[in-house]
């Protein structure tokens, strides 16, 4: 442990930053002024080191080699942005895959779901409120966890809080060793639809390559059952662990909390609907297994892929890039004849000015994107991506199958019958607020949304094959000239991909992944990004003095986005001094790694 030298005065800001919070690579870096007089977090600056460049290399490509180069942006994610570019080409190509194509590919982007969601919740998530990491924190709250009986404990088997908590600790804990087994198996069932994790190897524009069988379906079938089994554990065991915070910590609601301000791309193309035009993009979009949606304050503004579409805009803010506002126009209307703006990612130019990072100036590799409404360029989030699917799904309204139905205020799940358990019958509502818990307890109920809605699309499947309706391809020709847009959600929340062709090569090509949404920068107009403006003014409910924090409430803030996955987390606070004026970190220590 590093040795801290802090000043005695209480209403000192106290500079701390968490550099890096990573997946595989350190790309992200909060920093934040600690006021520990008053309890709270009184600055957040959100940042990003590293430059990836995708946009500029996609220039010049065969655009049929778009998802293949596409799905290597992300070692965890990949599928996602394979299926964004393939939905995007498509439409470029003007391509309609046939139906069981489709749902092999709905089928893999709910078993990605099921994997990734249940990896970061249980093993890197679940970290932040196991007992080791509460004991250390908050030893107050485990001694009430302890002697708090968990009111789920017939479903789900651990008789307190305190037990549901141990079952949580790394490598130790009995249900975080089951949860590293549980995404062994929804791999392959991803394996089984899409050839490989998580770059998929047959998965093309036009459809897919998998071989249809009733052997294939059964194999991800069985796995499938297991996973709804597990589902019916853990939803309840998630419930009893949030809702205990809430009672332990009177308050800890303002913990991550920012105005609802959500933004969900949808998700599962209805192949009876979904022709991939655009003139037609309203209404397949609003067919999609997850609804569409932009959600302020609680209400629906929109749930119209046209109109969501129209109003990206990606702004500069305080990042590491030159403005392209003399720069060619690529698109100035789409094929509804409705204008582009110059922000918008079909028009976007990508000119990298790498510079000295400054918390006054520039300090980012990330830009802002934002969303106008027509008055205002709103910095809108995923709600770590099952939070906004959930809340824009069900305002919407429009969902209703065998095992999912979006009532206007809640989503209700059926999960069947199963080898050890009856049928069970789960409700996610729609939440007072967009905080930590609230987008963590998402998570698990959308893990449950993707297994059944993984079950209506076996279901289908298996009638296609049985009926003789085995094909999964559909020939193309790449045309001179077209523009894409793709649009879906990664696990973590909205994907587009935006093409424009020239001469049959990639002119322009702009993938817009959920972390630049959630990891931006101030804006031109001041506006902090999401992860800065839920850090901002959370209060501090740790236990331990200055000289022993660890910042457990603002990590579980930033992890409750699902940001790069933090397995790599240090932590350094600075030496205390009072400012006179808040401005950029200039001298710190190295202090503890947390886990």
């Excluded at 895959?97 to 709905?106: D, F, H, K, S, Y």
């Excluded at 089984?192 to 093309?204: A, I, N, W």
């Excluded at 989503?411 to 358990?421: D, N, Q, R, S, Y």
Aim: charged share 25%; proline share 6%.
């Amino acid at each position: 442990m590093a040795t801290k030298k802090l000043t005695e005065d209480a209403s000192g800001l106290v500079e701390m930053a968490w550099d890096p919070i990573t997946r595989i690579v350190g790309s992200l870096g909060i920093y934040t002024k600690i006021d520990f007089g008053k309890g709270k977090v009184a600055d957040c600056h959100s940042t990003s080191s590293i430059f990836r460049g995708y946009s500029i290399f996609m220039k010049g490509k065969d655009p049929r080699d778009a998802h293949f180069i596409t799905s290597r942006i992300c070692g965890i994610c990949g599928d996602n942005h394979a299926t964004c570019s393939c939905y995007a080409q498509n439409m470029a190509y003007g391509v309609r895959p046939p139906a069981l194509g489709e749902q092999i590919v709905n089928l893999g982007e709910a078993a990605e779901y099921m994997f990734d969601h249940n990896i970061f919740q249980e093993n890197l998530v679940g970290v932040d409120f196991c007992e080791k990491m509460v004991a250390e924190t908050n030893p107050g709250v485990l001694e009430q966890a302890n002697r708090t009986e968990a009111p789920g404990a017939a479903a789900h088997g651990y008789k307190t809080i305190g037990d549901i908590m141990r079952s949580l600790n790394p490598f130790s804990g009995e249900f975080y060793r089951e949860a590293l087994q549980v995404s062994r198996y929804t791999r392959e069932m991803f394996c089984l639809m899409e050839g490989r994790h998580v770059h998929p190897s047959t998965l093309y524009p036009g459809g897919v390559g998998t071989t249809a069988t009733i052997q294939l379906f059964t194999d991800y079938y069985t796995r499938l059952m297991r996973y709804v089994e597990f589902m019916k554990r853990v939803v309840p065991m998630h419930d009893d662990l949030f809702d205990f915070f809430y009672e332990a910590m009177p308050g800890y609601e303002e913990v991550g909390r920012r105005r609802i301000l959500l933004n969900c791309w949808g998700a599962f193309q209805d192949p009876e609907v979904c022709n991939f035009e655009y003139k037609d993009m309203t209404k397949w979009g609003r067919a999609m297994g997850v609804t569409p949606g932009v959600v302020v304050d609680g209400k629906l503004v929109t749930n119209d892929l046209v109109d969501i579409n129209l109003g990206i805009r990606i702004l500069l803010g305080h990042s590491f890039y030159d403005d392209w506002e003399d720069q060619e126009m690529f698109v100035t209307r789409d094929p509804l004849g409705n204008p582009v703006d110059r922000r918008h990612p079909w028009n976007q130019h990508t000119n990298p000015e790498p510079q000295k990072r400054d918390f006054d100036g520039n300090y980012s590799w990330v830009m802002s994107p934002r969303w106008f409404d027509g008055t205002d360029h709103l910095a809108l989030d995923t709600g770590g991506g099952p939070l906004a699917r959930l809340w824009s799904t069900a305002l919407s309204g429009l969902v209703h199958t065998d095992h999912l139905d979006a009532t206007g205020t809640s989503v209700k799940i059926h999960l069947p019958k199963t080898a050890l358990e009856g049928p069970v019958d789960l409700e996610w509502k729609i939440p007072q607020w967009s905080n930590t818990l609230e987008r963590d307890r998402a998570r698990t109920y959308f893990q449950a949304y993707a297994a059944a809605a993984a079950l209506d699309f076996i279901e289908l499947a298996l009638k296609d094959v049985r009926a003789g309706k085995t094909k999964t391809w559909e020939t193309f020709e790449v045309p001179d000239e077209a523009i894409g847009c793709g649009f879906t959600e990664a696990v973590r929340g909205v994907l587009s991909h935006h093409m424009v062709i020239r001469g049959g090569k990639i002119a322009n090509y702009h993938p817009y992944p959920p972390t630049p949404w959630n990891a931006n920068p101030r804006d031109i107009y001041g506006t902090p990004g999401p992860y800065e403006d839920a850090v901002i003014d959370t209060p501090i409910f740790e236990e331990n003095t200055r000289e022993n924090f660890k910042g457990i409430d603002i990590m579980r803030s930033v992890r409750s986005f699902d940001p790069c996955l933090p397995c790599g987390v240090h932590m350094y606070l600075g030496k205390g001094k009072v400012l006179k004026k808040v401005h950029s970190p200039t001298q710190v220590t190295h202090a503890d790694e947390l886990f």
